[in-house]
């Protein structure tokens, strides 16, 4: 019987910072926090359009949407931001029902510049109303055919750095341009960003716990190899989808070894999910860590109000009247928490937003950016590439061509 593997020594938590810290000089979404935003932010306020319609996929879409579903409930912006990121014809014209497409500003967004998805809905949408330099903003990168496409047709376009992967993009104008265009403060978005940025890199507060949380993820992959995030708002939905992207594209890879890596990310949302898929973590098993994300304010005190006319004592919840949906929902929580932490051989740790704002979002997904980064680092992959993504791309593409 033979059986080979390769092995590779765990580097120190010194030597994992040392690289990050090497990484700044050529991967770039490390120095976005600290980018001028004066020209994204006076080019936004130029757009008076009602609805703002975001065509791109994946990186260029799920961080803009996750910060946007973050804020909205408690905002009140004057614009309507939309993502189409499908090629469902079914759900792109069930979105476009409530939508004029005469009072609509379009940005196009493809880091490539020929995302077939994207640049397919661009096609459409123009068939059913006019897109051109009046209605019409395009981000790519700068030597992009899509870029190329601006500039003859006059549209304005911003560059998308070379060295911004397409899910890193999301503090690069990729993010910020339609968000600003609807009235997110995206200051204060990258204020969130530079004080992780800062800490981390400063060797301060958040330095230890992610390079030790990454540690761990790495000793224990073989054992907890699945990563669960219970998010308790539903305002976090959208950003568990931008984490199981972060996570899944980048550590799925061969490191430097030849040795197949990768952890499963997995996105809930409480208390939804926790009649369903608590149970698969309680009594399933042991091979899932468990993140969960509490918001403290919510920014609503709407109440469950006292029964004054006993009409409901028959189900016997008068213990959770005059409390607000806010309490419950982080009572629920912490009851989950207490029940996971009880089991004793379930990794688990809290993340606790204190209230829902561009600064706390931008902390939060800052954070995860690095997270990954070092958990990469450890590894030994390349953390920012996605040749297994290509390989549908290529299939793709042979698929019209033996037609």
Aim: net charge negative; charged share 20%; aromatic share 10%.
């Amino acid at each position: 019987m033979e059986y080979n593997k390769n092995f590779y020594q765990i580097k120190s938590n010194t030597e994992i910072f040392e690289r990050l810290v090497a990484e700044r000089e050529s991967v770039g979404y490390y120095n976005l926090p600290y980018q001028d935003t004066a020209e994204i932010k006076n080019y936004a306020k130029t757009i008076t359009k009602k609805h703002i319609i975001v065509l791109g996929i994946g990186g260029s879409s799920l961080g803009a949407r996750a910060i946007y579903e973050f804020l909205l409930p408690s905002a009140n912006y004057s614009k309507d931001l939309l993502f189409l990121e499908t090629i469902d014809p079914l759900k792109i014209n069930h979105c476009l029902k409530s939508v004029d497409l005469n009072d609509t500003q379009f940005v196009v967004i493809s880091k490539s510049g020929n995302t077939i998805e994207t640049i397919s809905i661009f096609k459409y949408l123009n068939s059913l109303a006019e897109i051109n330099n009046t209605n019409c903003t395009i981000i790519s990168e700068a030597k992009s055919k899509l870029t190329q496409f601006a500039q003859d047709n006059n549209i304005q376009s911003f560059d998308l750095a070379e060295n911004v992967g397409g899910r890193f993009s999301v503090f690069s104008v990729v993010g910020l341009l339609p968000l600003a265009m609807v009235g997110v403060d995206i200051d204060n978005l990258l204020n969130g960003c530079k004080r992780v940025s800062n800490s981390f890199f400063d060797k301060a507060g958040y330095c230890n716990p992610i390079l030790e949380k990454a540690r761990f993820l790495v000793e224990n992959k073989t054992r907890f190899h699945t990563n669960v995030i219970f998010s308790y708002s539903s305002t976090l939905e959208s950003f568990n989808k931008w984490y199981v992207q972060l996570w899944a594209e980048s550590l799925g890879k061969v490191n430097i070894n030849g040795t197949r890596q990768g952890l499963t990310p997995i996105g809930l949302v409480g208390p939804v999910d926790q009649h369903s898929f608590l149970q698969l973590i309680m009594e399933g098993v042991r091979d899932k860590t468990v993140t969960f994300i509490k918001i403290n304010d919510l920014k609503d005190n709407s109440l469950i109000p006292a029964d004054a006319t006993n009409k409901f004592d028959g189900l016997d919840l008068q213990y959770a009247e005059n409390i607000s949906f806010n309490e419950l929902l982080n009572k629920q929580a912490d009851a989950t928490i207490q029940s996971i932490q009880e089991q004793d051989n379930i990794p688990c740790d809290v993340i606790s937003i204190r209230t829902v704002d561009e600064f706390n979002i931008g902390s939060l997904m800052f954070t995860y950016q690095l997270l990954t980064s070092c958990i990469g680092a450890f590894l030994q992959i390349n953390t920012y590439n996605q040749p297994g993504v290509e390989y549908g791309k290529i299939n793709l593409r042979e698929s019209f061509n033996n037609d």
